[in-house]
């Protein structure tokens, strides 16, 4: 059993920094507004690999609660790795959908970065944080992660809000693949607040309904 | 009295010799119907102590048993958990030594009051063992053998009545009903279980009391017999001691884990498997207590 929970901890981590370069890598290209065929290709091979490794934690969790009928804590943290799993796995994918973005609209060098990059930096410090807590076992940094949630949600419902609300002077092609790409960060965003609740899971036994 | 017959008195949880005690205390046989399903039977634990002579081994329990639950004894060899067991019907008292302080009440009364016969306890409150331990008697007769002592019935129809309720509810009628003359130790091992079952549900008992009753049996016995325990729950209080965590975990509603005489923590079922509050339960049921 505590090798299975070794090696799980171990792909859950890979996963963590696989998942983090990608989504700054895809963000990074949209801010420099043109799309690096290698980083494109550096993207999609990412997601691949997070989505064979989300299958390989899937089995690992299975066998291991065939094998042992783990209880307690170690039931909690294989629980809680396959929900982890799943949002680094979908971190991975979200990076892809940001490049295949870059790859529709072509040069975007000339549309306002602003709202994106003050999201994403966000977005970003949420799934290190979550990393983090998850790596610690940190109940407090996980629920800084949970809170910053809202925040994220706000931005993007907001640049949603004034374009609908208004008249746009802009290009279209900028508003829609902002609009898109802040989509994908706000989704980014509420999977590294799951993965901060399955860190408070594993640690207090407790999910978020009955935390409230 | 052959040595076969004391170990049969043993492990059936009636005496031979309760025959010829007389019955006229406060805790009386219930006089429900076999098959049907009373509020009665609830257990409260107080203060409870035990010791055989010098010896303590349990501290101070304090626990409530609820009626139609299964509640669930868990914990490591020489824990408490059996003496627990057979301290709710009697059966240690006549273990050299053993005393109690504290209380152990079945709906309100003290079964270590002065009033109450310890043969009219083991009516109320059956008992199952490790080993299955049908008696050298037909299938019927083993059935029969708690209701004929106490004259509990007054036909032979009402006996027939008794004894196909009572394998029906232990799931084994279906099984025999063509052969309740045969010897009951032609039985599997498996149906020789759920045959002892019904012999203690046989006596209308309130409670039933479960000392690790699957372990001796196969994967598919011990399945039935689990799904046993969840079918009498409806009718009795049941009270199962078992090493097996899945097994409580699959059928408990309570689970109860002891150590070395201390009642460490008591929770519903999930709960404890999932999210235990004591680090020993932790260890325990992660099976790195040594």
Known sequence: MDVGIQRLTEILMEMADLSERSVATAVRAYVEGAMNPNHAVQVKVSADELRDHDEEVSELAIDLIVSYQPVASNLRFIRASQEISYGFARFGRYAYDIMQVLEMFGDLSGCDHEEVEVTAKLTKEMIRMSIEAFAKRDVELANSVSKMDDFVDDKYRSYVKNLISQPYSGELRCAVSATLILRYLERIADHSSYIADSVQYIVTGLRKSARK | ?290
Not at chain 2, 179 to 192: F, N
């Open chain 2, 1 to 290: 009295m052959i040595a076969e017959e004391l170990e049969q008195e043993q492990n059936s949880g009636m005496t031979l010799s309760d025959k010829s005690v007389k019955v006229d205390e406060p805790l009386q046989p219930s006089s429900d119907r076999l098959d049907s399903v009373g509020s009665r039977g609830r257990i409260d634990i107080t203060d409870l102590s035990v010791f055989y002579g010098h010896l303590q081994v349990l501290k101070n329990i304090n626990l409530a048993i609820e009626p139609h639950k299964i509640t669930v004894f868990m914990g490591p060899s020489g824990c408490g958990k059996s003496t627990l067991i057979r301290t709710l019907n009697r059966m240690n008292d006549n273990v050299p030594g053993f005393h109690v302080t504290g209380s152990v009440t079945i709906d309100g009364v003290n079964i270590y009051s002065r009033g109450v016969d310890p043969v009219l306890l083991k009516l109320r409150v059956g008992m199952v063992f490790q080993k299955p331990n049908p008696f050298p008697l037909s299938i019927y007769d083993n059935v029969c053998f708690g209701p004929k002592i106490h004259k509990m019935t007054k036909s032979k129809a009402e006996m027939d009545d008794v004894v196909r309720v009572s394998l029906q509810k232990a799931g084994l009628w279906d099984e025999i009903k063509d052969r309740l003359k045969e010897s009951a130790l032609k039985l599997s091992g498996g149906q020789q279980q759920r045959l002892c079952i019904a012999r203690a549900i046989a006596v209308r008992p309130e409670i039933l009391l479960m000392d690790e009753p699957a372990s001796a049996l196969d994967p598919g016995s011990t399945t039935r017999v689990e799904d046993l325990m969840v079918d009498l729950a409806a009718s009795y209080t049941v009270v199962l001691v078992t090493h097996n965590m899945q097994q409580a975990a699959r059928v408990g509603n309570k689970v109860a884990f002891l150590y070395r005489g201390d009642l460490v923590e008591v929770g519903q079922a999930p709960n404890i498997f999932e999210n235990p509050t004591n680090p020993l339960t932790e260890k325990y049921i992660s099976g790195k207590l040594v």
